[in-house]
């Protein structure tokens, strides 16, 4: 499939990966995916652009309406009552513009005042433009909340919270050939990025779906996300004592990987037109693919997590914010005494 550049594209992005390419002879469409949204200077989440809300690509629900974070704070303090009301963290990784963590502070200040004391909220964010943007809209916190590195994390007593971030690790993509797995390469045809399909980068790949004992169908695309893998195992590694929630659009394996999804679910968002084109508007545009729970859950499973709640019960209205976090807190509580002290709870949004 061969694609245009566009002149939305940004040039200095286009080149650097071009350049890529020639010196690699192609590459996988991974690493596309991570130069073309975390490139350190040209990026789509990293060079200074509004990306959330009405003037940015897409909304977010922590964007739309104060409401979501005010659930959150609620299963929050659940969790720190569990935990015993002690000194607790919260951890947020990739915040976006840091409604969610507004939404929650002001939740938590307003409703349970002796948490808010005992509460730290860490942010780590990738994007310099988007700490910026978090710096300002948290300043009324100020004294409750600061921003590190990943790595900088340790022995987490609390939650390890995200809302769509998985969905924005770059994936590989892979199609289904027969018996073969093959995985798609980006090449430059002279005009611009084009596809080629290869043997697998990485036995990973195939050990993957094996894992799942789920493959895709003839000639079904499907999205591999090896990041999140390793980023819920070291996630897992960083809980002391508490939970993790990763809110999120996706499926189950068996869901996900089913035949009638042909094409995967790869899209891209800009001025919220919605595109399956991440060879256009490079550098300007979002890329996500939908995450597969099964084997989130899984990867945190083997690394000593125990699942809580895995998606929305849907034969329970959501019900007001008040009645929703309350109706949950005898669930959690037996399972966390059946499960010893460290859980991971997702949720779909989509
Ligand atoms: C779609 S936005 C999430 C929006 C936000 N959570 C909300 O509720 O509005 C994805 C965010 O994850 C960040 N991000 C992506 N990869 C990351 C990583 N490895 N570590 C930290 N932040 C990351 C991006 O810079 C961006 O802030």
Known sequence: MEMPVSQDSRPELVELIRRRIESDGGIPFADFMNLALYQPAYGYYMAPRTRIGKAGDFFTSSSVHAIFGRLVAR???QMWEILGQGAFSVVEQGAGEGHLALDILDAVAEEFPDFYSRLRYRLIEVSPDNRQRQQAQLAKHAERVEWCAFDEVTAVHGCFLSNELVDAFPVHLVERQGDELREVYVVWDGNGFAEELRPPSTLLLNEYFARLGIWPDDGCRAEVNLGALDWMRQVAGLLQRGFAITIDYGYPAVELFAPHRRAGTLMCYHRHCASE????????QDITAHVDFTSLQNAGAATGLTRVISRPDSS?????????????????????????????????SA
């Open 75 to 77: 299963q929050v303090h």
């Open 277 to 284: 084109e991440p060879f256009l508007r490079v550098g300007c």
């Open 316 to 348: 329970q209205p959501a019900g007001s914010v008040k009645q929703a976090p309350r109706s949950l807190v005898p669930k959690i509580r037996r399972q966390i005494a059946a499960a010893g002290q460290r859980c991971i709870e997702s949720a779909t």
